[in-house]
Each structure stands twice: as structure tokens, then as C-alpha cells.
């Protein structure tokens, strides 16, 4: 039997499902925000402790734009301007500050203030805090560094076996804010079965924009053969979203920095390939990404959205402070 010639009538349709919300949480624009207006107003240097956020590109522009990343305080010299990271630090890091003599902006985003707010009020209450995240994490290190004494990490329900506290009846949990929903369910799940009395947090840690973009993923998942993740390897939200996608059954799932990171051979038999990026990833690198599955057939976009957001914060009030203690660049 000979097969009829495959006609572009008869050709599977080749597409893109855009995932929405995807990209720019608020807590990533005001960081990126807060370095940009330090270096229109006081001019370059500007001194960054740690990645402002977890995006290769976005550090990159703004080292071009004359932002200096270091890693630790004693890396800035005496008296000059220093930005902490949207991830957050713990207290030492704020007293090393003052200690040398440096002038800071806080650029931690006001959900992570919030958990630390609440590790602070668990810890004063006589609590012992088990924090889920994962070790390493700059912001599980600033989290922890409120109450070192109190909290004891928990990373994932496999972490949960091995958790000693001083008083089952007074335990609470808190969790890093970019976790896997899922996964930190799960990991409650399996504490309170340990200890009953388990005390919630006063709301969710896990950040508004981290759940939508993992809701996004699965809404779009089941239609994908194959699915995209803009966003760079050190960005725990950004690997998250490859997981659930990973999870509920997207096997050809990839994370990428950059549009020349995607291999043509993931196109193989692909007919719809899902996009989506992390919290921490601008437009303009997805819009690339787009750019390149348009030139290999992938022309056809429809955006798929599944929450609205628009919530904004304020720029750290130490900007307005400096300018007015000093004299802008002229």
C-alpha cells in the first residue's frame, strides 16, 4: 500500500502554548528597579551583594551598566553603596554593613521579609522552626541566620525522618518562598504526621508568583509534547517549573538561558511545544525563544493564561533617604 504524500493541508499543526503569568514577579522588578535608579541617581559604582536575582542576563546588563557583584560586604570598599539581594540576609550581614561603614538598600523582596518576620515572631514565642528549603539557598542562609538556634532545615519530605526538635508540642514550619507547591505539601504532609501539633505559618510562604507560574505549567502541560523553561540553573524557581512540568508528564522538558541554548533536534516529531519562563527572566529573552520556534515551523502562538497579576511594590525607601543625605551624580 502506498502512503498518500503528506501536503501541508495534512501536516500536523505545529504550534506554541504560551504560558501566562510567566517572567517578572513584582519582588524581581523592584530589585532590578532598585539597582537601576542606584546607578541613574548616584552613578557607577554600585556595589551588589550576591546576584540581585538568579538570572545570568540580567546580571550581566547591569554589570554592563556599571553594577559590581560580590559576594560578601568586606568585597566593598569602606563607605561606599551596597545592595542586598532581592533573596534577603540575615542580621549579621546588615551589622557587617554598619560595621565598615556602608551605605545599604535593602532590595530583599517583601514576601521573603515577610517569612523572616515570621521566623523572628516563632523564634521569640520559644518555637522550634523547621524551615523547608533547600540547603544553600541564599535565602534559606538569610532566613535561617534570624534565628539560628530555633531552626533546623527540612529539604523535602525525604529531609523529614531525620528532624529532631525539643518540644513536639512546639513546633511551627515556614518555607522558602520559590519552592515546588507539590513538594512542600507533601513535606507537611509527612511533618504533622511526626508532630500533630504542627503550627502553620500566619499565610503561605510559597510566593503568589512561584504557584501561578507552576499552575500555568500544568495547565498547559497536557497539550505539550515538548516544553521550554527560560531561566538560569541557579534559579530555584525557574527548576521548579521544569519538575511539575517533569511531574505531570512533560519527559522532553528543558531549562535554557538563552534562545541559542535550545537544541533542534528537541523538534523531532513535536508538534506543541509549551513556553513558559521563571520569576526571575525579563520578556525579551522568551520573545527570542519565540523568535527561534517561528523560524523552525513554530509560528502559530497562543497564550494560555491562568491568573492576572498585578501586584507592585514600592522601591526600597532607602533610595529616597541617600538622595536626599547626598548629591546625585552630576
Not at 522588578?29 to 536575582?53: C, H, M, N, W
Not at 519538575?243 to 535554557?256: D, K, M, N
Request: proline share 6%; hydrophobic share 40%; glycine share 6%.
Amino acid at each position: 500500500m502506498v502512503s498518500a504524500p503528506v501536503t501541508a493541508e495534512s501536516a500536523p499543526r505545529k504550534r506554541v502554548l504560551l504560558a501566562a503569568p510567566r517572567g517578572y514577579c513584582a519582588g524581581v522588578d523592584r530589585a532590578v528597579q532598585t539597582v537601576e535608579s542606584a546607578l541613574e541617581r548616584f552613578g557607577a559604582p554600585v556595589y551588589v551583594r550576591k546576584e540581585i536575582v538568579h538570572n545570568k542576563h540580567v546580571v550581566q546588563t547591569l554589570e554592563e551598566r556599571g553594577a559590581v557583584f560580590v559576594e560578601e560586604n568586606d568585597e566593598v570598599p569602606e563607605g561606599a553603596l551596597v545592595i542586598f539581594s532581592a533573596h534577603g540576609v540575615a542580621p549579621d550581614v546588615h551589622h557587617s554593613a554598619k560595621n565598615r561603614n556602608l551605605r545599604t538598600i535593602d532590595a530583599t523582596c517583601p514576601l521573603v521579609t515577610k517569612v523572616h518576620k515570621e521566623a523572628v515572631r516563632f523564634a521569640e514565642e520559644g518555637y522550634d522552626i523547621l524551615l523547608i528549603g533547600h540547603e544553600g539557598h541564599e535565602e534559606v542562609i538569610g532566613t535561617t541566620g534570624e534565628a539560628p538556634e530555633h531552626i533546623k532545615l527540612v529539604d523535602g519530605p525525604d529531609g523529614v525522618d531525620g528532624v529532631e526538635v525539643r518540644d513536639p508540642a512546639k513546633v511551627a514550619w515556614l518555607s522558602q518562598t520559590t519552592l515546588s507547591v507539590d513538594e512542600t505539601q507533601q513535606t507537611v504532609a509527612r511533618l504533622k504526621q511526626r508532630f500533630p501539633l504542627l503550627l502553620d505559618p500566619p499565610s503561605d510562604d510559597i510566593c503568589y508568583a512561584t504557584q501561578n507560574r507552576q499552575i500555568a505549567v500544568k495547565q498547559i502541560a497536557g497539550q505539550c509534547d515538548l516544553l521550554i523553561v527560560v531561566g538560569s540553573k541557579n534559579s530555584s524557581n525557574s527548576v521548579r517549573l521544569v519538575e511539575v512540568a517533569l511531574e505531570v508528564g512533560v519527559p522532553a522538558s528543558y531549562l535554557v538561558d538563552f534562545a541559542e541554548e535550545v537544541d533542534p533536534a528537541w523538534f523531532e516529531g513535536v508538534t506543541t511545544v509549551g513556553l513558559t519562563s521563571g520569576a526571575s527572566v525579563p520578556e525579551n529573552l522568551v520573545q527570542d525563544v519565540l523568535e527561534l520556534l517561528a523560524a523552525h515551523g513554530y509560528g502559530e502562538v497562543e497564550e494560555v493564561r491562568s491568573a492576572q497579576e498585578k501586584l507592585l511594590f514600592a522601591l526600597p525607601h532607602e533610595l529616597k533617604r541617600l538622595q536626599a543625605s547626598e548629591p546625585t551624580r552630576p
